[in-house]
């Protein structure tokens, strides 16, 4: 498995943000919620690795 | 009945179909579909069968169990009889008296787990109109908004409607012949005509009782777990109990297995049990989310699936249940052929394969059987040998891998309880003694 990296690893970072905010735009808050999910489940798949996923979620979680 | 096509919708759309691809080299399909009717007719037909060959089984009806005292040499039950009560000593008592089983009750054991709320209606209906031998399961659809339903095909020209009615519903109402029609009116269409046989209402529980053994006493079947109906365990796991269950209880009767041996019993079962509870909870969380969040999430899977290939494995419309391997049992042996084939490791449930002039599984399941692929069975006792000179590729795949010989030592439940490369007589004799409980 490869680790997660918690580096910095977006290329076009400004723009990867400004494309993740539009996708949302005019979208209500079941909508935006909606889009969310297949977008995690779309990258869950890309992934591919349970463990390195369950690291990511773990990363993610509030603290 | 087999189904191979399951179709799945979500809303008012078809998401995606798939196809039951079985393995092939079974004798038996993957799945088959038989109303329970069907099975305890035939039980009672193999019993008298068996009792006509002079096995001693008595079956009485309408004798009631109303009290159990257990001892550490016997158990006692006092029975009720329309002709009156009588009291009985039993050696052993195998309590498989349903979810609410008063044994259990009587001996003041608990049976904790889940609680899930929502009721779901049966309906079985017969239909003129040639409807397809598939199953179709829709999330949310029109007919039955934010619910779910379920559609598929049992012997004898019946289908079978399960529909989610939700938490909080007046019962009685549902049930009316009236309403049922217009329910399956609105999912079959207008135009096909249809009968009411039979309906029902019921909601589900997922739990299992702490241990399985007390004393003399074993609990069996629903009386010691309970899953939901998705994924078709609570038959399955019951019968796959019993099989677990006789050869033991057979082998501390006949002398030749200590007691212990029926710990494993538990042991065992526990695991399967635990296997099956979480299988279907989980299936329960999918067709019935429990939050928002859980929904949006389901709903993304299902509105993925017909677009995504990826997303399909995700949706959990019930798994189709397969018997538990039981790694690390007491019984098992380490493994002997650890580069062999993964599936049938010691504890594992011997895959079928076609073996001349028929099946495998038709071989295995009197007695220990100690199977020599590509070469000699040694002479063990207590073992029927079964030699395998020249395994066909099904065979091969199954239990060789790549390895040109080995030997496999398999229970009475056919499930493997040793396997080697090669092993001799004394290594299989230990493991046969390990295999009946009396060797750690
Ligand atoms: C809607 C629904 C769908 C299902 N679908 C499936 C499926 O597709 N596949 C599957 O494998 N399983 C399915 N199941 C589960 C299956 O029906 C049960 O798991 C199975 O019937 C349990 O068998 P059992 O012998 O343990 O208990 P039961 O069938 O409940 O039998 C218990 C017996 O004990 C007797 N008894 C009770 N109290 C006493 C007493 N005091 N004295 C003497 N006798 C007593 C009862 O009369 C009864 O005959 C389904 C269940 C439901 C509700």
Known sequence: MTRLSLSPGIDAPDELYADLLAAHEGLSEAESAALNARLILILANQIGSRELFRAALDAARPR | MQWNLGKVFFGDRKVYEFNLLAETGHRRPAFINLQQYHLEHDMVARLRALQAAGASIDLRGAHRVAGVEAAGDHVALDIDTPEGPYRIEAEWLVACDGAGSPVREALGLGFAGRVFEDNFLIADVTMQAEFPTERWFWFDPPFNPGQSALLHKQPDGVWRIDLQLGRDIDREREKEP???????????????????????????????????RHGRVLFAGDA???????????????????????????????????????????????????????????STDFITPKSAMSRTFRDAVLDLS????????LVNSGRLSVPTIHDGSALNTPDGLPEGPARSRPGAPCPDAPLEPGFLLDRLGHGFVLMALGMPAPEVPGTAPLAVPAPGDEMRARYLGDAPRALYLIRPDQHVAARWADAAPATIATALSRALGATP
């Not at chain 2, 009411?196 to 009782?209: K, N």
């Not at chain 2, 695991?271 to 299988?279: G, H, K, P, T, Y």
């Open chain 2, 178 to 212: 009236g309403r049922v029609r217009a329910r399956v009116r609105q999912m079959l269409g207008p135009d096909v005509a249809f009968e009411l046989e039979w309906v029902s209402i019921y909601t589900f529980q997922c739990r299992r009782m702490e241990r399985f």
């Open chain 2, 224 to 282: 010691a777990h309970q899953v939901s109906p998705f994924g078709a365990r609570g038959a399955n796991s019951g019968i796959q109990d019993t099989d677990n269950l006789a050869w033991k209880l057979a082998a501390v009767i006949a002398g030749e297995a200590p007691e212990a041996l029926l710990d494993s019993y538990h042991a065992e079962r526990l695991q399967a049990a635990d296997e099956n509870i979480l299988a279907s909870t989980r």
């Open chain 2, 306 to 313: 017909e677009r995504c290939e990826f997303a399909r494995p």
